[in-house]
């Protein structure tokens, strides 16, 4: 019989915990034992998980013993403290948060992109930041035309990406303002009910955000190709939980509108959609709750041939986080199984 | 006494002939006769404007008998069909359609920027496209730092360009939504609520959609440079009534991010909010109901010395059509209180 493996997700109550719950199941990962870690706020919380009663605990050097592989998703804070103590324990650890991700030591891994990252001894795999893999995901495919030398990306970001608490905000506020009220906010900075703004990270002297920074260093770590320009905007948009973005690319050399459309086939989790007939493209609300990132109006530059334009929507829960974890976990355990067979 | 003038509002019921009424009584216009035109669907309404109870009417060259300026915003269709009769009843139009724009011999006009496209015996103004004038009113004061050589732009489309149904629309999906109910879409051919999608105008072989050319030929009458290399994406997103840009602009030399900044001081129509320690820029909520257009966001580009990267947010019922409009009759009238001083 095939190995099982024994599985902690820390920051199992957040939205990305929940769909990691859901994507263990629903993937039928070979799952032995499942540890739910919270806060001590939720600590003793019963959640039916992959079809057992789990009790909620805070992380502990105890909680991850005979753990294999251990999911972070609760804060570069809580990455940065309990990782260490995981890997000591001996698990793997596939981190969602920012901690490690810059790490020249941790591979930073989208699994269709840069799965050669991963070698037989990680112990540690960063799961890049969300909007990042939307964007390679995107272009990624399109290498195979030409070098890409410079993107120009405006994002139009979804509430998850801030949490579930977040994404509770932007219901409960936009009930407000049908309601005539005016919220107040308290997850994000501004009000996001039938508003957008700029990301609410802090900016630093290069004018940019940090989540602007992450995309620039992680589009050009995961694409193994420090000299990518990357220029992004970074916005929060009133949707639930799928990011979109409209990019810019320019390559070294002229690239047709077809062949770039083409060379998406076959390539695993990027879907084409691109009905101009039907004026139907890539959209938050298809995007939700799928694993495939859309791409769509793909379409060659007016003024410069090097250039396409296209735009980009996948579910920041899923392949923006969740899924990209437990395909990382899926690699992991491939090794291990490789290794057992020797 | 200063000389008054009779006015007439086609498509008074509508989404901007509000905003028409509103500003002509805010900007103390000097009115004599006002005369509202919808259509047979409308005909008969009462409606309370600028102090006089006013009979909704279907236009016709009786209706249009004696006004000296007609402001239409009913579509193209009616533009075209009507246009002609106002004229010939002697009337001026200022048409906020696009049947018109493009037309040579018609000028385009953003007062704070080419109003001396306006002449004494211009009969018939056009106003631009929405997304067209808040990129210009965004862009136009830098080009006194450089000659703007391309403008790369993505843009977060409020539901108002549709119209005032579509507002509606967006009002009534989102309460579906949030009741768990999946809306049917009328207005848009995509759900609108919690959702963005991609401008629903038809898309030629060039792969622009309508909104897209109009953005790109717009831009280059009114800044009087067909050398402007434009490059629109133009997105739909779940917001009301004030149209965000993102913009990267490639200038012919190196600009400062210190003077562009400056480049707006005094520029009439913009208000700059760059507010890095506070995280707070233009948005949505602050542009809807205000004059202003707002830019912020204001950054060099990391990669190319020659680019800026900024946001812009306007009210598109204001700056967007209405209050554009007004501005261009404020400038006819000009000329004709000079004539009548001659």
Redesign the interface.
């Known amino acids: 019989m095939d190995r099982m493996f024994n599985v902690g997700i820390v920051g199992a109550t957040g939205a990305v915990g929940e769909e990691l719950i859901k994507l263990l199941e629903e993937r039928k990962f070979p799952l032995s034992d499942l540890r739910l870690f919270a806060s001590a706020a939720s600590k003793g919380r019963v959640i039916e998980a992959c079809g057992r009663s789990c009790v909620v605990d805070v992380p502990s050097a105890d909680g991850f013993r005979s753990l294999d592989i251990v999911f972070f998703s609760a804060g570069s804070g809580t990455s940065k403290q309990f990782t260490p103590i995981a890997v000591e324990a001996g698990a793997r650890v596939i981190d969602n948060s920012s901690a490690f991700r810059m790490d020249a030591n941790v591979p930073l891994v989208v699994p269709e992109i840069n799965p050669d990252a991963l070698t037989a001894d990680t112990t540690i795999a960063a799961v890049p930041n969300c909007t990042a893999i939307m964007l390679v995901m995107g272009i990624a495919p399109l290498r195979k035309l030409g070098k890409i030398q ?1 993107v ?1 990306v ?1 994002t ?1 970001q979804a509430a998850s990406g801030a949490g579930a608490k977040a994404m509770q905000e932007l ?1 409960d506020q ?2 407000q303002v ?1 309601q005539g009220e005016k919220p107040i906010p308290v997850q994000f ?3 996001i009910a ?5 990301h ?4 630093d002297e ?4 940090e989540e602007e920074r992450k995309v ?1 260093a992680e589009t050009q770590k995961i694409l193994s190709d420090p000299s990518i ?1 990357v ?1 992004p ?1 970074c ?1 929060r ?4 939980r799928a990011h ?1 973005e ?1 990019v ?1 690319i320019i390559f070294d050399r002229e690239i047709e ?1 077809g062949a770039a459309r083409l060379a998406y086939d076959g390539f695993p989790g990027v879907r084409v959609i691109d009905d ?1 007939a ?4 890539p ?3 298809d995007a939700s709750g799928t694993d495939d990132v859309l791409v ?9 041939i090097r ?1 396409l ?1 296209l ?1 980009i929507s996948g579910d920041q829960l899923r392949k923006g986080a969740a899924l990209n974890s437990i395909q990382i976990a899926e690699e992991m355990i491939k090794f291990v199984r490789e290794r057992s067979l020797v």
């Open positions: 410079r120009i405006s139009y219901i936009t009930k049908l900075p501004h009000q039938f508003n957008l703004f700029s609410n990270t802090p900016i290069t004018g940019l955000n620039v320009e220029t905007t916005v948009v009133p949707i639930l979109t409209s810019h509108e101009r039907n004026n139907t493209f959209m938050p609300i769509g109006r793909i379409r060659k530059d007016l003024y410069n250039a334009n735009l």
